[in-house]
């Protein structure tokens, strides 16, 4: 294979968490005044940290958002998480054979770690990443779509970025994963394929990422 390491984006390519995150963050929007339908937040925060969702709050409507919103909107997101959360379907299987192939893989993403946790325990992905293979815009001064996450993850596995391919399903991800200067495969099961622009590769079944990586090694 080309590449030395794969980067799994987590929200949507894990784990089916872009569902839930954004019907309860669209609903908490327009519950403080802020009306924004689901689509809108798929469009507008779908890969991105949390301090984008203030700042373009801020900027559109001159409000900050009150300081414990991101407080409760996680603690919603986790109780929701706990009722219905799954793992991507096809994602174990990816993960099988990655870990038989001997294919060093990592997860970089906008979540917070508590985030990516909590999603992993429920789903039973904690069982394929441990702590060193887990990073999260907490780690670095900014997130998607500066390349900060992506080049900091490949730094700490000891991969050149060159050799890295990261599999996002964001335009904000995409967008960071070019500007890190890794090759990137955009995943569409729920993201337009013309709003990935930039992917080396577009599929949109999790169970064709192991083909995709051995025609092109």
Known sequence: MRYDLVIFDNDGVLVDSEPISNTLLSGYLAELGHPTSYEE?????????????HDVVLERTGQRLPEDFDAVFHARVFAAFERELEPVDGVV???????AG????????SGSHERIRVGHR??????????????????????????????????????????????E?????????????????????????????GSRELFDDMRELPRLLARIG
Not at 93 to 99: D, F, G, N
Not at 102 to 109: D, E, F, K, M, T
Not at 169 to 197: C, I, N, Q
């Open 169 to 197: 399903d964001s335009p904000l991800g995409v967008r960071a994963a070019v500007a890190a200067g890794m090759d990137v495969y955009g995943f569409t099961a729920m993201t337009p394929a013309d709003r990935l622009a």
């Open 41 to 53: 937040s798929l469009r507008d925060y779908m890969g991105a940290a949390m301090h984008r969702v």
């Open 93 to 99: 299987e990816v993960l099988e054979r990655l870990t």
């Open 122 to 167: 429920k789903t039973g992905l904690d069982k394929w990443f441990a702590d060193e293979r887990i990073f999260s815009s907490q780690d670095v001064g900014r997130g998607k779509p500066a390349p900060d996450l992506f080049l900091y993850a490949a730094e700490r596995m000891g991969v050149p970025p060159e050799k890295c391919l990261v599999v």
């Open 102 to 109: 001997g294919v060093p893989y990592c997860v970089a993403s």
